[in-house]
């Protein structure tokens, strides 16, 4: 064999290991690109998860007149008038100013107040009353849980907060009256709706007590589950409102 | 007979030498290169989970109260934190904190390697931190006296 062949073999053999090791660095590359990224996802995942268990139990200490001061933060969506609040930002409005009187009740009972008179038949449910007397508890939710998921809508996440009543094997949802539902996303209803994959749901149960008069006066307790939910959609509240 | 052409074991190699060599350096370099970069991550996942443990205690009862914080931040907290290698700041905010300035509000428990550390922007800015923000009813001082009001934790892991 001449000089130059052996040569020629010789620097075969080192491109040949040479590619080797190119492809162990590539696969080393792409294994160290992904890596972590699950575990991030799980614990992101698990924040969220845990910062809506934390905002039900939240609303049960939270006075309702302290969210007398929550505003639309022109944010048009939230107000009473979208339309009046688009043309003129001082107009903005949520109504939260009328929870001004509401001192030493949480939002928790406010809502149960609210719900105390759910009619399955009627359709009654989350309407701002108890019977012909007013109980905001719609009102305290919306705006206790604009304040809590700021950060979510903020970040572009949309949410939701919805109440189902037990019965039997079955869930209702209970209606939530007027225009604007516990959510900054106008075009969901439930959190039974189908929003991506990446929808986070949590369930809790809510227990409301209802008395008729009646000698001895009888109370029953009716099961009713509180539902939250958030998923990004990728807009934030003040760009989708505008 | 002589063999013609033959330098030598080692010398008909020559030509291969530099890429064989050439191969492992950038073998071992980044050998070296993921070896810090796992490390780095699971610091950084590790880091996360710990402050995922402390905020599971700190936001226990959904109410968190500047003055009767002491027993869950010695008897729970400090643990926690030390078995998992990490210093942390719990900052509570109430209903008057100004949302928009960071690391603001009353800090109410931490572990810090200095003794009677002030937990700022500025002591925080050199280290790798993880936070969590949580919502929590909290003691709000009002025109009318004190209420419980909308506030917020933050849960603010580092290491050395």
Redesign the interface.
């Known amino acids: 064999?001449?000089?130059a062949l052996?040569?020629?073999a010789?620097?075969?053999?080192?491109?040949a290991?040479?590619t080797?090791?190119?492809t162990?660095?590539a696969v080393?590359?792409v294994?160290?690109s992904g890596?972590?990224a699950m575990?991030?996802t799980i614990?992101n995942r698990?924040?969220i998860t845990?910062?809506l268990q934390?905002?039900?139990?939240?609303i049960?200490?939270?006075?309702a007149?302290?969210?007398s001061a929550v505003t639309c933060n022109d944010e048009p969506y939230y107000c009473d008038s979208e339309s009046a609040c688009r043309a003129n930002t001082n107009d903005c409005t949520m109504g939260c100013d009328k929870l001004t009187t509401w001192?030493g009740i949480?939002v928790a009972e406010l809502i149960k107040r609210d719900m105390r008179d759910y009619n399955q038949t009627t359709g009654t449910g989350l309407d701002d009353k108890f019977g012909l007397a007013s109980a905001p508890g719609k009102l305290a939710a919306r705006c206790?849980f604009k304040?809590?998921f700021q950060?979510f809508s903020t970040a572009g996440y949309s949410y939701m907060v919805d109440f189902k009543k037990i019965s039997g094997q079955n869930a209702v949802q209970v209606p939530q009256l007027g225009t604007k539902m516990i959510t900054n996303n106008k075009d969901v209803t439930s959190c039974d709706q189908t929003l991506g994959k990446e929808k986070l749901v949590v369930n809790a149960p809510f227990k409301v007590f209802k008395c008729i008069n009646a000698t001895p006066p009888q109370c029953e307790g009716q099961d009713f589950i509180m539902t939250a939910c958030v998923w990004p959609t990728r807009v934030t509240a003040t760009a989708a409102a505008s | 007979m002589a063999r013609r052409g033959f330098i030598g074991p080692i010398g008909d190699d020559i030509p291969s030498i530099f890429p064989i060599i050439a191969g492992i350096v950038l073998f071992i370099a980044t050998l070296i290169y993921a070896n810090n970069e796992f490390s780095s991550k699971n610091d950084a996942i590790n880091l996360r989970k710990a402050g995922l443990d402390l905020s599971y205690i700190v936001v226990e009862k959904g109410y968190v109260n500047q003055y009767g914080f002491g027993n869950t931040c010695n008897d729970l907290l400090k643990p926690s934190a030390t078995k998992n290698g990490v210093y942390f700041a719990v900052m509570l905010r109430d209903c008057t904190t100004d949302p928009s300035e960071s690391f603001a509000g009353t800090e109410i428990c931490s572990l810090t390697q200095e003794t009677n550390a002030e937990i700022n922007s500025t002591y925080l800015t050199e280290k790798q931190t993880s936070i969590f923000n949580y919502p929590v009813a909290t003691d709000c001082v009002t025109p009318d006296g004190t209420k419980e009001g909308l506030g917020s934790v933050s849960i603010i892991t580092w290491y050395k």
């Open positions: 064999m001449s000089n052996r040569a020629q010789s620097l075969f053999d080192g491109i290991f040479l080797l090791v190119m162990s660095i080393i590359f294994s160290l890596y972590g575990q991030n614990i698990a924040h845990n910062y934390n905002s039900f139990k939240t049960y200490y939270v006075d007149s302290t969210l001192t949480s206790a304040e809590i950060p």
